[in-house]
């Protein structure tokens, strides 16, 4: 009876580490995600840096500045879960760069560690370049190609300033889930379901060059994967 009892027990500190672990890990990326994507609604998003690195110092994992280039690095672990088994080791790895002392990028690396190698990943950025003459900062690519793709592993996103508020959502739309989920997720088309799914064209799905959510649109500043010219 003592052993079932322990048991029982041991049941339920292991459900509440689980849900305990899962809610505070979601939150503290929801929380991160929501406060990178206000950087660009501020009139000056690098003073709105400034109290996003101070309202997120705890998460500040790394900093490396370099002349007038300086890179911040803001992580969010499911490591109870992980360290328990309960699910696969995932991050959110925010990372912002400024140049010259005014916001360059702002954006975020999202894996789900499933595989030893080729654990999918997801990397958003988004550029900051409303003040410049020589481009327009409203482009929007990805990387594949297409809103519905095979398994992949890879996936990039990368969008200008002004950029539409419907791309800029779609972009941002991460599935957190994947922090708590008992398998991990698999693929791209499940840490970001909004711009990538994992199954045939259907025929009613207009995937037209102009589609906004089937293609890179627009497509003038490059393919995703090749650095921006910002600098």
């Not at 790394?62 to 803001?74: G, K, L, M, S």
């Not at 400024?98 to 916001?103: A, Y």
């Not at 560690?113 to 409203?138: G, L, M, W, Y």
């Amino acid at each position: 009876m003592r052993l079932f009892g322990l048991v029982s027990l041991g049941l339920v500190l292991a459900c509440a580490a689980m849900a305990g672990g899962a809610i505070h890990t979601h939150r503290q990326a929801r929380i991160l995600l929501e406060n990178l994507k206000r950087l660009d609604t501020n009139s000056d998003p690098s003073s709105s840096f400034n109290t996003f690195r101070e309202k997120h110092r705890h998460q500040l994992a790394n900093q490396e500045c370099r002349d007038d280039f300086c890179q911040y690095e803001f992580v969010v672990k499911n490591w109870v879960l992980s360290t328990l088994r309960l699910a696969p080791p995932t991050e959110l790895r925010a990372r912002v760069t400024v140049f010259h002392r005014r916001l360059d990028a702002a954006g975020v690396d999202y894996t789900s560690a499933i595989f030893k190698e080729n654990s999918p990943v997801v990397h958003v950025q988004e550029d900051f370049c409303a003040d410049r003459t020589d481009i327009r900062c409203d482009h929007f690519a990805l990387n594949p190609h297409g809103r519905n793709v095979g398994p992949a592993w890879n996936g990039n996103i990368e969008f200008g300033q002004l950029a539409t508020d419907g791309q800029k959502q779609a972009a941002w739309a991460l599935n957190l889930d994947c922090l708590a989920s008992r398998h991990g997720c698999t693929d791209i088309s499940q840490l970001t379901p909004k711009l990538w799914k994992a199954s045939p064209t259907p025929k009613h799905l207009n995937c037209s060059p102009s589609s906004t959510l089937c293609g890179a649109t627009p497509l003038n500043q490059g393919v995703v994967g090749v650095k921006s010219p910002l600098h």
